[in-house]
Nanobody, 115 residues
């Protein structure tokens, strides 16, 4: 039973930055992929960024060059550095873990970009 806990959300003005963290409660079985998804009210949940245990990354076109996903295997933690934030980035952001056995979701953290 792995628990994922997101943190780092909040209110920020357009153009600002936030760093989200997702901490897993225990070491994660490999191979695996962790990702950040987001969901705005009335919208489908969408993949924002993903990273494999080997370090390969991918990004949604809407956030490429603004967001950076990274991981720290020793800490069982994945991060999402968000810069040049736009109002369109406002959503609940969820951490996701997938491997051969499970598909886990965190509880979500709210990100609001507004002036």
């Amino acid at each position: 039973q792995v628990q994922l806990v997101e943190s780092g959300g909040g209110l920020v003005q357009p153009g600002g930055s936030l760093r989200l963290s997702c901490a897993a409660s225990s070491r994660i079985i490999r191979p695996n992929i962790m990702g950040w998804y987001r969901q705005a009210p009335g919208k489908q949940r969408e993949l924002v960024a993903a990273i494999t245990n080997g370090g390969s990354t991918s990004y949604a076109a809407s956030v490429k060059d603004r967001f950076t996903i990274s991981g720290d295997n020793a800490k069982n933690t994945v991060y999402l550095q968000m810069s040049y934030l736009k109002p369109e980035d406002t959503a609940v952001y969820y951490c996701n873990l997938q491997n051969k056995y499970v598909n886990y979701w965190g509880q979500g953290t709210q990100v609001t970009v507004s002036s």
